[in-house]
Structures are given as C-alpha cells and as structure tokens.
C-alpha cells in the first residue's frame, strides 16, 4: 500500500491551524472494522512519537489541538493551533500488513 | 517507564553484517512485538521487520527476506537485528519500537547509525 502525504512542506504562523493530507492506495478499512492508519511526528533529532491511532485516537500526553479525522483512503491530520514545539517531519503509516509511512510533511514555524 | 535503549553507532565496510542491539525495560519484554524501521539520512521511514519477543517468530519486509536476521535474549530484556551483505544504500538510522494491541509503535529507540564505507 502506497501512502502519499501533501504537502511536502508546511510554514505556519503559531496560533494558526495546519492541515495535511494523507491518502493510501487501498482501503485502510480491515475485515475488523477497524481502519489502521496512524500519524507520528519526527521533532528534529529525535525518534519518531505517536500523536494518533486508528484515524482519530490521540495518544496518551498528546494535547487536544491535535485531532485526525478520515476513512477508507483519504485521511487529514489537522492541527488547530500550531505552537513552536510542534516543528518537525510529520508521516502517517498504515499498519495492513506490510507496514509502510508516507514521505512525510516537513512543519516549520514562520 | 518505558524505555528501549540501543547500541552504539556503526561503521562497516561493503558486504559485511551489523548487528544492532535494543535493550528493554519498564515493562515485561515478552508481552510486546519489537520491531525495526529504518531511515537513510534525510529520507522518510521504512519497515524492516518484527520479532516476537516470547516466542522467537519473526515476519521480515519483502525488500530485506534474505538479509536480515532477528533474534533476542530474554533473560537481558534484549533484541538483536543483524543484516548482511551490507551495500551503501544500508546506511542509515536504525530504529527499535515496541508494538502495541493498536497495531502501531507507542515506544521507540533512540536509533543506531550505521554507516557504510569502504
């Protein structure tokens, strides 16, 4: 499964909200009901973290202003009020097997 | 608290193997996949494989069948990842991640660079 983010590149003012986008070549949808798509941000320098699971499910500690929101292929992780530590590469990932990330979303403050 | 803590940086010559290590704690280590992703410097993330910790199975990418190995020593909470017939195109930063009932990673390692240099 092909997982394409747009766009590649995002500067946002702090206080205004983000949008990215990202749609898989197939249905996230499983037999389960459940759909396996996830969004991470890589902050620069350190690993990837867990913000969303499962389209919408933010993570234990990550704040409210992030919220994701999609269904079958096309997906959006919105942030509604971007602050300066939330800098860094964004990827979503699908987990039906095999496992692949988009190419990620780069987030800059202005 | 949870914390996956890898081995040191590495630099090999062309058709050698690494092996990278990944030490657990905060939790019981057979009770959660560990995994393995890559990311060549500057580029996005690559699934590599996963390992069941408590029974041994392992599951490897399609691009890596061959090559890599993953293996762990449960009596020290540690998983290893060794991959051969290391080219340049194997340099990059790998990482550990635990799996979760979610079918995603909730923990990671802090990477290990591999370089690959004649």
Known sequence: ?110 | QVQLVQSGAEVKKPGASVKVSCKASGYTFTSYDVNWVRQATGQGLEWVGWMNPNSGDTGYAQKFQGRVTMTRDTSISTAYMELSSLTSEDAAVYFCARWTAAHTFDYWGQGTLVTVSS
């Not at chain 1, 890589?42 to 202003?65: A, C, M």
């Open chain 1, 1 to 110: 499964i092909v997982m394409t983010q747009t766009p590649l590149s995002l500067s946002v003012t702090p206080g205004q909200p983000a949008s990215i986008s990202c749609k898989s070549s197939r249905s996230l949808l499983h037999s389960d009901g459940k759909t396996y798509l996830y969004w991470y941000l890589q902050k620069p320098g350190q690993s990837p973290q867990l913000l969303i699971y499962e389209v919408s499910k933010r993570f234990s500690g990550v704040p409210d202003r992030f919220g994701g929101s999609g269904s079958g292929t096309d997906f959006t992780l919105k942030i509604s009020r971007v602050e300066a530590e939330d800098v860094g590469v964004y990827y979503c990932m699908q987990s039906v097997h095999p496992l692949t990330f988009g190419g990620g979303t780069k987030v800059e403050i202005k």
